[in-house]
């Protein structure tokens, strides 16, 4: 065999196993493949950004192995509506559960008002990874507002993000104030839930309870309304999956 007839078969096997993995990352998330061999594959950004994963638990392995830090990178318009605090105690849990350090980077970058999915997508492509280059980041997006048909107070972006919603939480909150910093950290940690590969769950008092997504009513009177660190269950749950990784 020639050697162009040899560099010509193996470009065909080359586009042919990439053909069959990108019809396979569309296929069923229930599907083996999605279930398994997808975050294998998520242990690499590149084949992650050539086969586009970017969904919830691409980046697992991001999170849960490796030691070096992880950046939270913070990104809201200049009200500063998510104080440095909550931001702080949102990073003790995410070392809590990675056994990790992190950095905190503000950044008041993003335009003021709701934002649209075009808005959102743009914030993400211009302002992540504006620090550490090689680090595992978690990218916040804290918006005044952002189009939604169920009025979430937040929700993932792509595999390393999340976006809130100032204005539906501060409604959510409004006749308990006090309720507004655990709502805010509560939430975050629900989305992170998501980007470590957690689905929802019915456990009560659970982070990754769909109510803390889509809350009606703070949840009690007492001084905590709603969990503000994974249950035991969830924590089961994160050690399975990084013993898989």
Request: proline letters at 4%; a negative charge.
């Amino acid at each position: 065999m020639s050697f162009k007839a040899f560099c010509l078969c193996l470009l065909i096997i080359i586009f042919g196993i990439f053909i069959y993995l990108k019809v396979a990352t569309l296929g069923s998330s229930t599907s083996s493949f999605n279930q398994t061999t997808r975050f294998q594959l998520g242990h690499y950004q590149i084949l992650r950004s050539l086969l586009s994963l970017h969904q919830d638990g691409d980046a697992r392995a991001d999170y849960l192995l490796g030691n070096t830090p992880i950046d939270i990178e913070v990104d809201q318009p200049d009200s500063d509506n998510l104080p440095d605090s909550v931001v702080r105690q949102f990073a003790a849990q995410v070392t809590a559960v990675t056994g990790r350090p992190t950095n905190v980077y503000d950044m008041d970058s993003l335009p003021s008002g709701t934002l649209t999915d075009a808005v959102i997508a743009h914030a993400v492509q211009v302002d992540k990874r504006q620090y550490n280059f090689n680090d595992p980041i978690i990218f916040v997006i804290y918006a005044d507002d952002f189009t939604s048909s169920s009025q979430e107070v937040g929700k993932t972006v792509e595999e390393f993000g999340m976006v809130l919603s100032n204005y539906q939480l501060t409604q959510l909150t409004l006749g308990y104030p006090d309720a507004l910093p655990q709502y805010q950290e509560s939430t975050m940690l629900h989305e992170f839930g998501h980007q470590l590969g957690l689905d929802h769950n019915s456990q009560t008092g659970c982070v990754m309870n769909p109510a803390i997504e889509n809350a009606s009513v703070p949840a009690g009177f007492t001084d905590n309304y709603t969990p503000t660190a994974f249950c035991q269950y969830e924590l089961n749950q994160i050690a399975q999956i990084k013993a898989g990784l």
